[in-house]
């Protein structure tokens, strides 16, 4: 979508009407230049997505099927292997408070605004579910997620602990590779056990067991 786009701007958009012969030239030599670029820069983008689809970059698979999908069927049906694995979007520009708060953040419809004015989709079933993006913008109705991963209410699990002693990278470690799920589910049990056993066997210092850490 981005890239017939920009191969659309005219070339003479931001040029204003001619003068003397002098700037006519300068004119003509700078339509040259801008001509030039935007040809380079269709030909660079075209040849990224070349590149993407024989080697290199993952390529998120199409799925016909949502049916045999693990996990909450979501009411926008929006892929993490798509946004996070092909398009490589950090987590953390939609999950922007995993660093900081105890709750990651699920991103706001503004987020998803800000690429999907520009990105309609390049296939029917892309277009239709981003379609449901817009609307539900236009409307000001923002789609109710269904909730994955919930501990009881008297455990206390700060998000950004873990973050700052086991790194950003570190999601994969309790959730599992979220970049190549087309719809998210659960990996971890999240029970006790699993808590207890990371905490023990963290290095270079145990994290405390007492109950009091988790519990309130
Ligand atoms: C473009 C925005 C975006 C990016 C990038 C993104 N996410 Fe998400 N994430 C969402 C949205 C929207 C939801 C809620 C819908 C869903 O569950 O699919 C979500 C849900 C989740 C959930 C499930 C939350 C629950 O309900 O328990 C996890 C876990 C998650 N994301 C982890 C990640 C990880 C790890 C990455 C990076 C590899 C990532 N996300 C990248 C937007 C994003
Ligand atoms: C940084 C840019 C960016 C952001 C932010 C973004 N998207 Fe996307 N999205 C894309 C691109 C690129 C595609 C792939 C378009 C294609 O090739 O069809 C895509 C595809 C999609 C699709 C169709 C494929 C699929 O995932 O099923 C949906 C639906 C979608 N986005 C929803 C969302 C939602 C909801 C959000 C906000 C939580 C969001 N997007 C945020 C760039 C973005
Ligand atoms: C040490 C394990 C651990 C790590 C590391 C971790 N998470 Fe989580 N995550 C959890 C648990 C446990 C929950 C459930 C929390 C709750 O219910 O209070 C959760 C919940 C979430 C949710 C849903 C919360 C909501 O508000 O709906 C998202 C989104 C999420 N994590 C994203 C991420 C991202 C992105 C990263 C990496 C930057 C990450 N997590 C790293 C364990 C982890
Ligand atoms: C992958 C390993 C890992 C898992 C799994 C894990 N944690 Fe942790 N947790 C850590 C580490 C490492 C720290 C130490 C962070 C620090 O030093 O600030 C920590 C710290 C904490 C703290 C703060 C401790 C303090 O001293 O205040 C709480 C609370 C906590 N974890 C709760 C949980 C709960 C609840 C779960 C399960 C739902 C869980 N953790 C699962 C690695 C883990
Ligand atoms: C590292 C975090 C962590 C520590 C430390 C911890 N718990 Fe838990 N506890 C949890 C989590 C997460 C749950 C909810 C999941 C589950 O039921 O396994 C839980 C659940 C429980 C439950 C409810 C079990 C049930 O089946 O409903 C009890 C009772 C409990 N803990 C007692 C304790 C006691 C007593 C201690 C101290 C010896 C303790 N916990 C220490 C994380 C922790």
Redesign the pocket.
């Known amino acids: 979508m981005l890239r017939p786009y920009l191969c659309r701007i005219p070339r003479r958009r931001y040029i204003r009407g001619a003068a003397s012969l002098l700037n006519r030239f300068a004119i003509e030599a700078i339509a040259l230049m801008t001509k030039t670029l935007a040809v380079w820069l269709c030909f660079a983008l075209s040849a990224a997505a070349l590149s993407a689809q024989s080697t290199g970059r993952y390529q998120a698979p199409v799925v016909s099927d949502t049916g045999d999908l693990k996990g909450p069927r979501q009411p ?4 993490h292997d ?2 996070a694995g092909q ?1 490589q ?1 950090p987590c953390m ?2 999950h922007s408070t995993v660093a900081v708060a105890s709750e990651p953040g699920i ?1 706001a419809l503004q ?2 605004i ?3 004015q520009l ?1 309609g ?3 029917p079933s ?1 277009q239709a ?2 379609k449901k ?1 817009s609307d539900a913008w236009r409307e000001r109705k923002p789609p109710e997620w269904t909730r994955i991963h919930a501990l009881p209410g008297f455990v206390r699990f700060p998000h950004q602990r873990h973050i700052k002693a086991l790194g950003t990278q570190s999601c994969t470690k309790c959730h599992g590779d979220v970049q190549r799920m087309p719809q998210v589910y659960q990996v971890s049990t999240l029970r006790m056990g699993w808590c207890v056993q990371c905490h023990v066997n963290s290095k270079p210092n145990a994290v405390s067991r007492d109950c009091t850490v988790c519990h309130y």
């Open positions: 926008i049906f929006f892929r798509i946004h398009d979007i520009y939609c991103p987020t998803c800000g690429c999907h990105v989709g390049s296939t892309h579910e981003i993006v």
